[in-house]
């Protein structure tokens, strides 16, 4: 008795009666009929299904050409807990904790970054006054205030407002 064949979903195949060729895209996880493996091939036209005897690999097209390696590709990772996904969606969350000082000081030279002088100085001021308030009830307000001038700069300031928010919840 001989070794039945199955092969791979999305192997090139030719279905030796008629002599066509298509991709398999279905195979049954045991044989069947004659105890052979079935495969649902994918011809040009239609769909059809054929055990693994009457089926053949495609051959890798032959050439004279030497192959080149494939150059690596570069990836750059950014920010707090980095990630790569292939094929996936990422549904996850990160937390990250970085202390409230550090924060308001990246708040700081980011805000010193403000093209406008009048605008700039503001913002810093709340910030101050933001920085003075954490941890007791004057934060809400003091936060409130500074988003209301800083509403302008989301881009500038959009990373940090994740962490001033959850500042909010240890407000006492």
């Known amino acids: 008795m001989s070794a039945k064949r199955r092969f791979a979903v999305g192997a090139n195949v ?12 279905q195979v049954d996880e045991q044989p069947s009929v004659l ?3 079935w495969h649902t091939i994918r011809p040009e036209l239609g769909e059809r299904r054929e055990p693994g005897s009457n ?5 890798e097209p032959m050439t004279n050409l030497e192959t080149k390696p494939t150059p690596m590709t570069q990836i750059h990772l950014h920010g707090d807990n980095p990630r790569i996904n ?8 990160n937390i990250v904790s970085t202390s409230s000082d550090l924060l308001f000081v990246q708040m700081k030279e980011k805000a010193n970054t403000i093209a406008d002088e009048a605008e700039r100085k503001d913002i ?11 941890g007791s009830a ?3 307000p003091a936060y409130q205030n500074f988003m209301a001038c800083a509403a302008n700069h989301v881009t500038v300031f959009g990373p940090f407002l994740p962490a001033l928010a959850q500042m909010l919840s240890y407000i006492k």
């Open 55 to 59: 089926l053949e690999l495609v051959p």
């Open 86 to 93: 292939v094929n996936s969606t990422d549904n996850s969350t």
């Open 14 to 25: 030719v279905v030796r009666t008629p002599g066509i060729c298509g991709v398999i895209t």
């Open 138 to 140: 004057g934060f809400l």
């Open 124 to 134: 810093i001021s709340r910030l101050d006054k933001l920085e003075k308030a954490r």
């Open 35 to 37: 105890w052979e493996y």
